[in-house]
């Protein structure tokens, strides 16, 4: 929980520095740029590797829900960014504004941190919450009552088993599973932003800006609706998560050959965003049912932090899988105006 807070305080600082400081140069370059990506990688870091943990104790719901939440992120910056303009020539406002828009998202985020910590805060083996300020947070009347029952239950089951209805006991064979089912998905999800502007330029009519738009756009919506949708869809056994894998690891393979201009400039704009928002839509469930699964079947909060180590892990795969592809010229038939 600590760790969150930190991640976010150190974001939110980094925000306003740049804020501050945009055109600090140093030998000629971005030193503010630096500043930007070591802060942003350090703390998305250690908010990966700790949101998990902290939205353990809220079950499936609350996995969700942070998973989506993470996901905003994503859309949100893309959308003050679209608003600011890509033209530097024409900005609708400075680049300075911008880190104060994001410096303002970020000190939002902080403060529901904040109102957590004073609800339950880090005692206990998780959150420390009660029954009832658990409740209150999923605003729900029948959850205190449930929960109640819940901890009944457990406490009456034997130990290695589960009540009906509840993740099974933490089979070591299907944890391995779904570390190794959130590594794949991650890399194949998180090596796709390099190929956007490839398959744009695969497009019917070749490269246009509008096309890499709502690409990414369909690539962030999608992967955002499908981590919130996972709060209320049936959770996934391993042969289920197998076969959506295997659909989502078809279409990154197929996406791979689109984006090396093989097909040529032949692709229709509406099966492209097909392609990819299915494909996003598919690691967002994935992994989401995934970490689920992990905080769900175990009491440790390691479990969901290492399912979040895993994202890191795929994460770094899948960007440096696509850089050599693309240093190897894999993908020099296409056009790219990016």
């Known amino acids: 929980f600590p760790v969150l807070g930190g991640a976010l305080g150190l974001e939110l600082l980094a925000a306003l520095f740049l804020a501050l400081f945009w055109g600090w140069q140093a030998a000629g370059q971005s030193a503010a740029a630096l500043v930007a990506a070591v802060a942003a990688g350090a703390g998305g870091g250690a908010a990966n590797l ?7 104790p809220w079950g499936r719901r609350g996995m969700a ?11 949100v910056v893309s959308l003050l960014a679209g608003w600011q ?20 998202f970020g000190a939002s985020a902080l403060a529901a941190w904040g109102r957590l910590w004073r609800l339950g805060g880090p005692a206990g083996d998780a959150l420390g919450l009660t029954d009832a300020e658990a409740a209150h947070l999923l605003a729900s009347p029948e959850a205190s009552a449930a929960m109640e029952e819940a901890h009944a239950e457990d406490a ?25 089912l959130i590594g794949l998905c991650s890399m194949m999800e998180f090596g796709v932003p390099g190929l956007l502007p490839f398959l744009a330029g695969a497009v019917r009519g070749g490269g246009s800006g509008p096309a890499l ?4 756009a369909l690539y962030l919506s999608s992967m955002l609706a499908s981590r919130g949708l996972t709060a209320v869809l049936p959770a996934l056994r391993p042969p289920s998560a197998l076969v959506l894998a295997a ?8 996406a791979l050959v689109e984006a090396s201009g093989r097909m040529g400039a032949t692709a229709p704009l509406g099966a492209t965003l097909a392609l ?17 699964w992990l905080a769900g079947a175990s009491s440790k909060a390691g ?19 696509v850089y050599v592809l693309v240093a190897a010229g894999v993908f020099g038939g296409s056009e790219c105006d990016v």
Do not use: C, K
């Not at 700790?50 to 353990?56: E, K, P, W, Y």
């Not at 738009?213 to 990414?216: A, D, G, T, V």
């Not at 659909?247 to 197929?254: D, P, T």
């Not at 990819?276 to 689920?292: Q, R």
């Open 303 to 321: 479990d969901a932090t290492l399912g979040g180590l895993f994202i890191q892990i795929g994460a770094l795969a899948g960007a440096a899988l």
């Open 85 to 104: 303009g890509t033209d530097a020539a024409s900005l609708r406002f400075s680049p300075n504004v911008y880190w104060l828009s994001v410096a303002a």
């Open 65 to 75: 829900a942070m998973a989506a939440g993470m996901a905003s992120s994503g859309i």
């Open 213 to 216: 738009f709502w690409l990414n």
């Open 50 to 56: 700790s949101a998990f943990a902290v939205a353990g």
């Open 156 to 180: 009456a089951q034997p130990r290695g088993t589960a009540r009906p209805g509840r993740s099974p006991a933490p089979g070591a064979w299907e944890r391995r599973l779904r570390l190794a």
């Open 276 to 292: 990819v928002g299915g494909f996003s839509a598919l690691h967002g469930f994935i992994v989401t049912d995934s970490l689920a």
């Open 247 to 254: 659909a989502q690891l078809s279409i990154f393979v197929f």
